[in-house]
């Protein structure tokens, strides 16, 4: 069983700063991608920002310059770093990671609970 839980999000005033963490536990024997969607009420999830277990990083167009993604291989850590809020920032935010729970099993997607992230103006 994996488990992805979600930390750091809340409420702050527009230009702020949060900072998200996720975690990942259980039956995991590697992990490829970690990163970070979004919910907006009435809206799709989206990709916010994501980043390869080498490095590799790619974020939503309308995050660029003002998040960061960073991650703790060795500890099966993602984390983002979110300033310059805007109040078009506010909603859902889910932790994402594709991994494998064994050495024989196939690449899959786990999803946390998510973390509510609000920007007042």
């Known amino acids: 069983q994996v488990q992805l839980v979600e930390s750091g999000g809340g409420l702050v005033q527009a230009g702020g700063s949060l900072r998200l963490s996720c975690a990942a536990s259980?039956?995991?024997?590697?992990?490829?991608?970690m990163g970070w969607y979004r919910q907006a009420p009435g809206k799709q999830r989206e990709l916010v920002a994501v980043?390869?277990?080498?490095?590799?990083?790619n974020y939503a167009d309308s995050v660029k310059g003002r998040f960061t993604i960073s991650r703790d291989n060795a500890k099966n850590l993602v984390y983002l770093q979110m300033d310059s809020l805007k109040p078009a920032d506010t909603a859902f935010y889910y932790c994402?990671?594709?991994?494998?729970?064994?050495?024989?099993?196939?690449?899959?997607?786990?999803w946390g609970q998510g973390t509510q992230v609000t920007v007042s103006s």
């Open positions: 994402n990671c594709n991994l494998k729970p064994a050495l024989c099993a196939s690449w899959q997607d786990y």
């Open positions: 259980g039956s995991i024997f590697r992990i490829n991608v």
């Open positions: 980043m390869t277990s080498g490095g590799s990083t």
